[in-house]
């Protein structure tokens, strides 16, 4: 058995029912290995189509996953998405091809050091050297995806090795996860009961870690039944609670609601659990940390102090902090923390920010952004949809009025903010959710980085349905640019942009372009008559800016909303 | 601040890149860094001193104690641990000038390790001010050229870095909790 076949083999011994990928040179032994086993591989249009592909896979279904480049430029076109699963602490296994190991080092044709370009963006890398050394390598980073806080593993295995037969891949150390569990003191959590008896102004902030930690949501309903405590996400953490629950606060950050960011802005005790305080959320850390407790609860102790000083430190697991602290509340029953004042300021925020944003929920012609996304929620609204969106003015239109009913059901580039995510990642979602409808809400600037992808999606005949909001510009930009810089719409207008629709027709999808809001229902009919892939080309007005809005190195409490005064 | 960072890692091609790397690409500044085998050779010890703040110190240690190669990562107590660096100082000298400098050398036990007709090659070990020292005294007779390893270090007493220690939880040092500045009594924003 060749390494190619160990490779596959290990793969299906783990219960792996797909990989993404692309071919070449030094990974054709491993291609041959996947046809003679009949693998389930999906080609992909672009390497970066793979990785991301992969990732939509991963997010929603929460399993590690798995992509495969060739040498060289197969594997440096993985980079941007290794580097967008590791910011957004995402499993993947990537496998790339290597040189034959006596050409290493010789500048070989499409030789590139893979290993040495994505040490800083993988949880861990290897260039597999000793041939007996395959199957523990493989062992080890597939353990090391979801090990502690997830993220990407890459792989780098010379052809000769690939191509070597392999007699019996000896493991020559059992994966021992390398640092061992710290457990949740006692005195740490009657701490934290402490802390949230005497608080009046607590605010319960959720992070992505919520989503990938294993009964962590459910863990947190409970929570939120027994304490009722406001509670915010970040853009990663949408969908760790559904967008209706009462206690929900909806999304915080740059582009989050006025009542999370007041929230956020004026607590007294900030309980902040699998978040690591991106600048997006918090822009000057030590600034914001004066004057309150913050609890920061983080499997990684790394995330803990990186960027915002902290009073009560936690490294656990959300799901078993949750637990523990859930534990603690029940075993108290003298704890009742008054706390209607706050909640009451806070629901009279939401009320004002409600009657603001609610009139753009109307249908007019031109048809509103806002409309667009929130329709587009409501005509699947009751079906568990996923909602997957690429970077810009759109993805913060939909995080704000797209609601979702489940977790791993917001799937968006949040720390690397990777243009072109959007339609490769909505390939892998409703591969790894066949029967949900997969929303993919585009901008016309990212859809064009990845567009490509529209042939994988025709071939495999997904039910994804594409927004693009086309507003002929690349809006972030323009909005910045039209705040920031004078009006200067520098690189930022793209009018000449093409016909979508009759690229999608090329490719052999439908679609209908839609100015109406009679035209955007009867494209929304045809879109879910069946369950093949449908594209929308929505044009949208330039001027709709994002808000609310928090400035560069504000505070939350700071944040811009036109009409939210007296 | 300056600190002394001893870490137990991996004897394996790739290890010291990474460990630097990590360095680098998170801002702090490497001020010395040595690195050899031990007396397990599946194993290495990596001394480094570095220059930073101490909430910086604390994230260092945590960022260096996920990597997979790094098995144990310790910071090592100011009076608490003996410190030594290497130096080869070879200094411009004929031999009118030779007992000078070997009597200078003497004064600070070090060695003369070569000796030729115009020079004069000194090799000394000592912390940074004795080094620091010695080289301000051969300044006038002209050095030519001074090579200088990074610090290494080893507890005192039988405090040692033990892989049996490997399974219990990374240590939180005492400064780590009062790190970060005092936190003012909490004012009320609430309107």
């Known amino acids: ?566 | 601040m300056l600190y002394v960072l001893s870490l137990l890692v991996e004897n394996k091609a790739g290890v010291l890149s990474r460990v630097s790397n990590l360095f680098a690409r998170r801002g702090f500044n490497i001020k010395s860094l040595a690195v050899g085998e031990t007396n397990l050779p599946e194993l290495s010890r990596i001394t480094i001193t570095v220059n930073v703040e101490s909430w910086q110190m604390v994230q260092i240690r945590k960022q260096l104690y996920k990597m997979p190669d790094v098995l144990m990562v310790r910071q090592l107590k100011d009076g608490e641990h003996v410190a030594r660096e290497l130096v080869f100082i070879k200094v411009a000298c004929n031999a009118s000038r030779r007992g000078e400098v070997i009597q200078i050398a003497d004064i600070f036990r070090a060695h003369i390790v070569d000796v030729a007709t115009e020079s004069l090659t000194i090799e000394l070990s000592g912390n940074a001010d004795k080094i620091s020292a010695l080289t301000a005294l051969l300044v006038p007779y002209g050095i030519l050229e001074l090579v200088r390893t990074g610090t290494i270090a080893i507890e005192r007493g039988l405090e040692r870095m033990n892989i049996d220690e490997l399974s219990r939880p990374r240590e939180a040092d005492e400064d780590e909790e009062e790190a970060w500045h005092e936190v003012p009594a909490i004012s009320d924003p609430l309107p």
């Open chain 1, 1 to 566: 058995m060749n390494g190619a076949e160990h490779v596959i083999r290990f793969l299906m011994g783990k219960g792996v029912d797909y990989c993404f990928g692309y071919p070449g040179g030094p990974v054709l032994v491993l291609y041959d290995a996947i046809h003679r086993l009949q693998f389930p591989h999906w080609r992909t249009r672009h390497e970066q189509g793979a990785v991301h592909a992969a990732e939509g896979y991963a997010r929603v279904s929460g399993k590690p996953g798995v992509c495969i480049a060739t040498s060289g430029p197969g594997a440096t076109n993985l980079v941007t998405g290794i580097a967008n699963a590791y910011l957004d602490s995402t499993p993947l296994l990537c496998i790339t091809g290597a040189v034959n190991r006596r050409d290493i080092g010789r500048d070989a044709f499409q030789e590139a050091d893979i290993t040495g370009i994505t040490d800083p963006i993988t949880k861990y890398n290897y260039l597999v050297m000793e041939p007996n050394q395959l199957v523990p390598i493989l062992e080890e980073a597939w353990e090391l995806t979801t090990d502690g806080r997830p993220g990407p593993v890459l792989v780098n295995i010379p052809k000769d090795i690939l191509a070597l037969d392999i007699d019996k891949a000896t493991p020559t150390r059992p994966f021992i996860p390398h640092r061992p569990k710290p457990q949740l003191s006692a005195d740490v959590m009657s701490d934290i009961i402490a802390a949230l008896e005497t608080t009046r102004r607590p605010l319960l902030l959720v992070g992505g870690g919520v989503i990938l930690s294993p009964g962590a949501p459910d863990e947190l309903a409970g929570f939120l039944d027994n304490t009722h405590m406001p509670v915010t996400t970040t853009l990663m953490g949408k969908g760790a609670l559904p967008s209706d629950h009462p206690d929900y606060l909806q999304h915080v950050g740059m582009h989050g609601t006025v009542q999370s960011n007041q929230a956020l802005g004026n607590c007294d005790l900030l309980l902040a659990v699998g978040t690591r305080f991106s600048d997006r959320v918090v822009a000057n850390p030590v600034r914001y940390s004066r004057g309150r407790t913050i609890i920061h609860v983080d499997i990684d102790s790394s995330e803990i102090g990186k960027n915002v000083p902290t009073n009560i430190e936690v490294e656990d697991d959300a799901g078993n902090f949750f637990r523990e602290l859930n534990a603690a509340i029940v075993r108290r029953p003298d704890f009742a923390p008054d706390w209607n004042d706050w909640r009451n300021h806070l629901a009279g925020l939401s009320e004002r920010y409600n009657r603001l944003v609610t009139p753009l929920y109307e249908p007019t012609t031109p048809l509103r952004t806002q409309y667009v996304v929130k329709h587009a929620s409501r005509r699947v609204a009751g079906l568990n949809p996923i909602c997957v969106t690429d970077v810009g003015q759109h993805q913060m239109f939909a995080a704000q009025h797209f609601d979702v009913e489940s977790p791993r059901s917001f799937i968006t580039s949040g720390g690397l903010g990777t243009m072109g995510f959007g339609l490769p990642a909505a390939i892998g979602a409703a591969k790894a959710a066949p029967d949900r409808p997969v929303i993919a809400i585009v901008g016309d600037g990212g859809i064009q980085m990845t567009i490509q992808e529209l042939g994988t999606l025709q071939e495999f005949n997904l039910h994804v349905i594409i927004l693009i909001l086309d507003n002929q510009t690349l809006g972030m930009v323009r909005q910045w640019q039209e705040l920031f810089f004078d009006e200067h719409y520098a690189a930022s207008l793209m009018d000449n942009n093409p016909d979508f629709v009759k690229i999608a027709a090329a490719y052999g999808i439908r679609g209908s372009r839609v100015a109406t809001p009679e035209e955007y229902d009867r494209a929304f009919d045809e879109a879910l008559s069946d369950r093949r892939p449908y594209l929308m080309h929505i044009r949208v007005p330039k001027e709709d800016n994002v808000y609310p809005m928090i400035p560069a190195g504000q505070d939350p409490q700071d944040l811009i909303m036109p009409g939210f005064g007296e």
